[in-house]
């Protein structure tokens, strides 16, 4: 079936509290969402994140650069569509995600599949994600990790700053005042070798799953040594966007982990790719997202569904934070469990 309309919006939902990291700071979850409809009148929705810090685009950015190709996917099917999209380099990573998210659930709908069997998903059974506690002060940050943890979160991930000594106290503390806890440390590039070797050094009494992303993404040489010295698992995140930078990173044993999120990769196809890669090099995975929209949400844990020997770890926590529930997810949050409740 041939594509006959593609348009696009802006929509924004709001969080519960602020989300602070060591980039940045919202109160919403902004994104565009993207419609593809066939000549059949089946839709296909997909969804970007305006994510400036990580991704270089903004709302605008989307907009327009969905705009400026979207006439090039007009009268071809999902497949050609989806082979073109990917040869085209003037667009960013999460405007192309949109598209590539939109042309898949299109895919599936023709191919009358829910995206759990599309990929080929045989356990349906509960998925885990961790929830973000983000970056304050330790008193608050202690408060929120208790809170959430008595919401049924077993897997926190701990946004950390330039701060490490910050850092060094929270992770304590909350290690010391939720022993069950699992703890995902999550630095966002703010640290250099030596911020991240004093922190590993005061850890050396806990269990921590790991440390995500200790220094700026293109100091792979610290990022190696850190993983060298660690006896904390490292995880590359914005040091890995493409299939290529996880082989660069990967093959140079700069990290023991990598963090797949469409909106870095351009979608579901490319995070494909990556997972693929992984699962040949018996390499565990992380499957994250930016703040981003119930559809995103929904195509990503679809995958999850089918690739559980890969992914360790589930980063996928946006409707936890979002102010009101969402009607349009596939799944239902439960504490850290996620149940899939729509199979069509």
Same mark, same amino acid.
């Given at each position: ?220 040489? /610290? ?28 093959? /140079? ?92």
């Amino acid at each position: 079936m041939k594509i006959t309309k593609i348009s696009a919006e802006v929509k924004k939902i709001a969080l519960k509290t602020p989300f602070k990291t060591a980039l940045r700071e919202t109160s919403n979850v902004e994104f565009v969402r993207v419609y593809v409809e066939d000549e059949n009148g089946h839709i296909g929705i997909g969804e970007a994140s305006a994510t400036k810090a990580i991704t270089g685009e903004d709302i605008e950015t989307i907009l327009g650069s969905i705009g400026s190709v979207k006439e090039l996917f007009l009268h071809l099917t999902c497949s050609e569509a989806l082979d073109k999209l990917h040869t085209i380099s003037e667009i960013g990573s999460s405007a192309k995600a949109s598209l590539d998210i939109a042309f898949v659930h299109l895919l599936a709908q023709e191919q009358k599949k829910a995206l759990y069997e599309y990929f080929a998903a045989k356990d349906l059974t509960f998925l885990k994600t961790d929830v973000t506690v983000s970056l304050n002060s330790a008193e608050e940050m202690l408060c929120d990790s208790k809170k959430a943890y008595s919401n049924k979160m077993e897997m926190l991930k701990v946004k950390v700053g330039s701060d490490v000594l910050h850092a060094i106290d929270i992770v304590r503390k909350i290690a010391k005042e939720l022993p069950s806890v699992e703890i995902l440390v999550d630095a966002n590039q703010a640290w250099n070798l030596e911020k991240a070797t004093l922190f590993i050094n005061n850890m050396l009494d806990l269990k921590i799953e790991l440390i995500e992303q200790p220094v700026i993404a293109s100091d792979l040489e /610290s990022l190696k040594k850190i993983t060298e010295l660690s006896h904390i698992p490292i995880l590359a995140d914005e040091a890995v966007f493409t299939l290529e930078d996880a082989k660069k990173v990967l093959e /140079s044993k700069s990290a023991d982990m990598i963090n797949i999120k469409f909106m870095k990769c351009g979608g579901v196809t490319k995070a494909i790719e990556i997972l693929e890669y992984a699962r040949q090099s018996g390499v565990k995975c992380m499957l994250g997202s930016m703040l981003e929209g119930p559809y995103s949400i929904n195509m990503a844990l679809h995958l999850a569904l089918a690739y559980r020997d890969v992914i360790k770890y589930i980063d996928l926590d946006s409707p936890l934070l979002y102010k009101e529930p969402s009607n349009e997810l596939d799944f239902e949050f439960n504490g850290c469990k996620i149940i899939l409740i729509k199979k069509y």
